[in-house]
């Protein structure tokens, strides 16, 4: 087969591509890294032209095209499955929805549960000379969303890292309608954060204590999991492992300091497998054609029956708050979509059912509003309207600065005084005249 005949036979512009879209269609944008760019540009230009286009996507670095007009509204409408900061803008513009979901289940929602999609358009690199297209650093659900789409639209970007997989990592050139060459702008970088603050060197500090060598690790994303990368680099730590749902800049330096050899994984030896990954320069240049990483779909790294089967499986992840029954909330404030359940549960889940295995909820003990007024994190209850992202049966170590509790198997009146003992002091006696009177107190040492 001449790939190269057929490629320029599907070669068009990205104008000429997006005529394929109509009023009322669902579009997939892709995922991340991988969004459109100069689709997402084009379709903009037909703005007047459409109504009642549902774009799907998530974890955007900017504002999509489409959503620049005041009235975009009345064209557009995003629906995501994991909330960045531009899409908590989205919202509260009045064009944006968050899609609950369980990361995990994303692949079969499209194949068995949602209606076909109509056109699906995201960033690939280049054509190899097989005729595949690699989807980069986000394999995630994408071939679950090209088997359910009527119009597959893949715009060339010669700056997206080729990520070698298990499966599920590509799409053939016989799959695609239409191919887009685009600018090339460079992938979005997702900071790595800021410089680690006390709380986060102190949390970081009880969670390494914790690791073995020949673990293998999960990060979430944040300043605190990044303080623990750094901290792991630079410990003594040995043969560790990584299977996880976001590759993040944490993992490049742990690698990079020689603790990553993937030995002792039972599963995906010598491999470093996530489902997607997002962060600076220099982690798309480590993931490049690395045959040390594994970009896989998340129905397999987020299963928590693949991921209980590898032994001393260590899964750290933040909080927004937690409250005296256990509950974590770790996406929204109240009724406020801050990310996304994505995979958390799936983890704290996986990780407890691994032999060895600990999972960790990692949280400051309070926070300060722009009015200079500081809050606990850790509350009698959630807010009003918070997603619960980890039920209280599930929650096994929770830390803060002030120490680490593990919740498995504890009584309401138990867990109560253990999650008071790692709030922050000026808030303890408070926190525990409300679990008095939510009929949960019992002070063990009297």
Known sequence: MNYEAEYKQKLV?????????????????????????????????????????????????????IFEREDSGEHFCWNSWHMSGVERKLIDQGVGYYAPLKYSELPIYYRKYLPEVDVAMFQVAPMDKHGYFNFGPSAS?????????????????ENMPRCLGGYEADIHISQVDMIVEG????????????????????????????????????????????????MIAESDLKDLGVHTEM???????????????GARKSIDRFRQAFAFGAGTK?????????????????????????????????SINNAVDVDLYGQISAESSGIR??????????FVMGAYLSEGGKSFICLSSTFTTKDGTTHSRIRPTLVEGSAVTDTRPQTMYLVTEYGMVCLKGLSAWERAEAIISIAHPDFRDDLIKEAERMKMWRRSNK
């Open 337 to 346: 979509q801050i990310s996304g359940a994505g995979g958390q549960m799936d």
């Open 247 to 261: 590759y993040v800049d944490a993992f490049v330096d742990i690698a990079n300091a020689g603790k990553i050899t």
């Open 141 to 157: 659900h994408l071939m679950a969303v090209c088997e359910r789409s009527k119009k597959i639209i893949v715009e060339v970007n």
């Open 282 to 314: 220099k982690l798309y240049d480590y993931v490049d054609d690395n045959p040390a990483v594994m970009s896989a779909p998340v129905d397999y790294t987020n299963d928590a029956r693949v991921i209980s089967k590898i032994d001393n499986f260590v």
């Open 13 to 65: 512009s990205a104008d000429e591509a997006v005529k394929c879209v109509k009023s009322g269609d669902w579009v997939d944008y892709g995922w991340c890294t991988n969004t459109a760019e100069a689709l997402d540009a084009a379709l903009a230009k037909r703005t007047d032209e459409l109504t009642d286009v549902k774009v799907r996507g998530g974890i955007l670095f900017h504002k999509p095209a």
């Open 183 to 230: 600018s090339n702008p460079a992938i979005g970088e997702l900071p790595a954060g800021g410089a680690p603050t006390d709380v986060d060197r102190k949390v970081a500090e009880l969670v390494v204590a914790e690791i073995p060598d020949g673990a293998c690790l999960q990060l979430g994303i944040g300043s605190m999991p990044n303080t623990i990368g750094q």
